[in-house]
């Protein structure tokens, strides 16, 4: 890397990865990973979870502090017809993103098309991070016990921009405190 990093260690490096074995042999070679299922099953995030431990720990000493970050989109929601209203729209989303991943491209008039998609939406909503308060924590309690360290949240699917802050907003009160004091209880013991 030109110019040479002042941190004599060099900056961290974390790999991005969605394929399980890709994301073991990044862990194994010591590196953070960055995952996402992007439009796959709750069964593939547990396998890409599963993989990165394997590799830590195959790491050895130098894995102990590796770190494994789970990109996916959310929104916090004030009642269930908001819910169902931005699970409708991650699910044009993630239409509109297959179409470009790993479809044919297809645009009207300067937009990507939303695809029709192979997965039910009451099973893409299971894998969101879309909900109220109780649900959330839920959710990314789940994920704190497979031993995901940091969750990214695409908020960027479509929403209100002031309507996408004010769920910011409500998720950093409602949500962030509680898993605040899981982390200082950690830190005390």
């Known amino acids: 890397i030109m110019p040479r990093p002042m941190n004599p260690g060099g900056p961290q490096m974390m790999m991005a990865a969605v394929n399980?074995?890709?994301i073991y042999h990044s862990a194994?070679?010591?590196?953070?990973v960055q995952t996402t299922p992007m439009v796959g099953?709750?069964?593939l995030v547990r396998e890409q979870i599963e993989s990165f431990h394997r590799g830590k720990e195959e790491c050895g000493e130098a894995g102990k502090d590796l770190t494994l970050t789970?990109?996916?989109v959310g929104y916090m929601c004030h009642s269930e017809m908001e819910k169902r209203e931005r699970i409708q729209m991650?699910?044009?989303f993630m239409g509109r993103f297959e179409n470009v991943y790993g479809g044919p491209g297809l645009v009207d008039n300067g937009m990507v098309r939303a695809l029709p998609r192979r997965q039910p939406i009451d099973q893409l909503a299971k894998g969101l991070l879309i909900g109220m308060k109780q649900e959330m924590i839920e959710k990314l309690s789940a994920y704190d016990e497979m031993g995901v360290d940091r969750v990214i949240m695409n908020v960027n699917f479509g929403c209100d921009p002031h309507e996408t802050m004010d769920s910011i907003q409500?998720?950093?009160e409602e949500v962030m405190p509680h898993f605040a004091k899981a982390a200082s209880d950690i830190v005390a013991a």
Do not use: D, T, V, W
């Open 20 to 22: 399980p074995e890709a």
């Open 28 to 32: 194994k070679a010591g590196y953070h």
């Open 41 to 43: 099953s709750q069964s």
């Open 70 to 72: 789970l990109l996916r």
């Open 90 to 92: 991650a699910h044009a």
């Open 170 to 172: 409500y998720f950093a």
